[in-house]
């Protein structure tokens, strides 16, 4: 018999917040390390970020957040809850948090359950597991 438990998030992957190089103008670029806005994300019609609009200078993407192919990615602000893997590496400012190094859940269930209503508040409260 399959039963469900109640745990953190934490408990299940790694949870971390983008981050931003300050001030932010001086190092956005035509060209470099593609730079992931809420913009991108709700343009794609796809569960994928592809390509984004802006880049960071390689001096800015050192006081971001990298991610990489396969990540998982959900907005935190402007458009809160909105969940996106991304295609491409990246860097992701302090509107995402970034979820990866699942254990005991798939990528793939997390990113439904955020899709399908369940807010950002589950971040910090309790998510379900099965056992």
């Known amino acids: 018999m399959t039963r469900w438990i109640t745990c953190r998030i934490g408990d299940l992957c790694t949870l971390r917040r983008g981050a931003s190089p300050r001030p932010i103008n001086n190092f956005i670029s035509t060209e470099g390390v593609p730079w992931v806005k809420i913009a991108d994300a709700t343009e794609s019609k796809t569960r994928f970020i592809e390509k984004t609009k802006e880049f960071i200078k390689e001096e800015g993407a050192k006081n971001s957040v990298a991610v990489t192919p396969g990540t998982l990615i959900l907005s935190n602000s402007a458009t809160p809850g909105l ?18 190094d699942f254990n005991g859940i798939t990528r793939d269930f997390l990113y439904y359950l955020f899709l399908n209503g369940s807010s950002p508040k589950v971040v910090l409260a309790p998510v379900m597991k099965v056992c």
């Open 83 to 100: 969940p996106k893997i991304m295609k491409i590496n990246a860097c992701v400012h302090d509107g995402w948090l970034v979820f990866d």
